[in-house]
């Protein structure tokens, strides 16, 4: 990547209940969404943020359900890109589909309606939205999902750039807690454990990367890393000023290079579970 400034925007859900910091005082040039991760689950909510103005969202006032946040923020991300085409770019899109509360426009949720044998979910504390269809609304939520990465990748051909981008798609963590949807959809893959744990179900998530002439299609990368601490420092150009560790060497070459390598897991742990992640070196990892 070359050593000279680049824009960053990041559109999407901004974890900070609890934590100190926003997008802008973090190196990104423009941000685009939900600034906390509780707001985060509503997505017919009255506003978003731009930077650190609100911005509204039309008809959704008085509980009304008009505007679908997730197409707001896709549709901010596609014109950063549009109006970023002739420079080096960053565009950090923390889609927040799927996930609690689980609403979708009735586009999506009609193409599986009746497709499946449908269960109900009922928040008894009622904070969030009761949903009937729940198996039809999160295939909805992971379709809609898809269909604007589609629009993303579908842009970088139309501006002639696609040659010259990679893109990282990933998930933050395993599925959600049993009881919702992944023991239907066998969203862990047959992995135990699910999100909230450190079993492999909680951990081990996708990580598909697109970047023609690079990374050749269809092909798969043994590579083990801890994507949260590894991927931010690998994007950024060497000239960003961002501290060098060893994942700057270790964690993405293997998508391109033909050698073979292993990187190691970072030690942690969750508070809501007594299981615990082990750095392995050299070795396929374990948990």
């Not at 509503?42 to 509980?63: Q, V």
């Not at 699910?194 to 998530?205: A, I, S």
């Amino acid at each position: 990547m070359p050593a000279m400034p680049l824009e960053a925007s990041a559109n999407g859900g901004w974890v900070t209940k609890g934590r100190p910091g926003v997008p802008w005082k973090h190196g990104f040039d423009q941000f685009f969404g939900y600034l906390n991760q509780v707001h985060a689950h509503w997505y017919y909510t009255p506003f978003l943020y731009e930077n650190d103005k609100r911005f509204p969202l039309e008809g959704n006032t008085d509980s009304k359900r008009t505007t679908y946040s997730h197409d707001v923020i896709a549709g901010k991300a596609l014109d950063f890109i549009r109006s970023h085409k002739d420079g080096p770019f960053f565009c950090y899109m923390p889609f927040t589909v799927p996930h609690v509360e689980w609403l979708v426009p009735e586009d999506s949720l009609s193409q599986y309606r009746g497709k499946f044998p449908e269960v109900s979910y009922v928040d008894p504390s009622k904070h969030y939205a009761d949903q009937p269809e729940l198996r039809a609304a999160y295939a909805g939520m992971v379709t809609r999902l898809d269909r604007d990465i589609g629009r993303v990748l579908a842009l970088l051909d139309e501006l002639g750039i696609a040659d010259n981008t990679i893109v990282f798609f990933a998930s933050d963590n395993g599925a959600a807690l049993p009881g919702r949807n992944e023991l239907f959809f066998d969203s862990t893959a047959g992995f135990r454990g699910n999100k909230g744990n450190m079993y492999e179900g909680g951990l081990r998530v996708p990580l598909v990367v697109r970047w023609p002439g690079k990374v050749p299609k269809g092909s798969v990368s043994d590579m083990h890393g801890c994507l949260r601490t590894s991927c931010l420092p690998s994007r950024r150009s060497p000239g960003s000023g961002l501290r060098k560790t060893w994942t700057d060497i270790q964690c993405f070459p293997p998508f391109w290079a033909r050698r073979r390598s292993r990187t190691n897991i970072c030690t942690g742990s969750c508070p809501t579970s007594t299981s615990r992640a082990y750095r392995m070196t050299h070795a396929p990892w374990l948990l």
